[in-house]
């Protein structure tokens, strides 16, 4: 029964995991939050609280992984480093019938 609590909170993250939307590429100074490897965002880190922010990929390199600004996307500027810029869109709240 102890692994059922931690099972809830994944599915239940998942389930309010909102999308990334791919803006371009470029850098984006500010405090990073979290990280995660591979070459595209990881949902789970789209949350309602992070909407609008900014997570950056860099892909090209020998261990791809994304890092999560604290930055409206619209703010990013500047930055030595060339990755692909991605927003948070959140999850749309469920509406009642």
């Known amino acids: ?9 994944v599915l239940t993250s998942a389930a309010n995991a909102g999308t990334w ?12 939050v979290n990280g995660s490897a591979g ?14 922010r900014t ?3 860099f892909t090209n390199n020998c261990n ?3 890092q999560y600004i604290d930055v409206p996307t619209p703010q990013c500027r500047g930055g030595a480093e060339l990755a692909d810029v ?8 469920a509406t009642g019938s």
């Open 21 to 32: 939307t791919l803006v371009g590429e470029g850098d984006c100074p500010g405090p990073e």
């Open 55 to 57: 997570a950056l990929c």
């Open 86 to 93: 991605y927003t948070c869109v959140p999850k749309a709240p």
């Open 1 to 9: 029964m102890r692994w059922l609590i931690p099972l809830l909170l």
């Open 39 to 52: 070459e595209q965002p990881d949902p789970e880190h789209c949350t309602p609280a992070f909407a609008g």
């Open 64 to 66: 791809p992984g994304c």
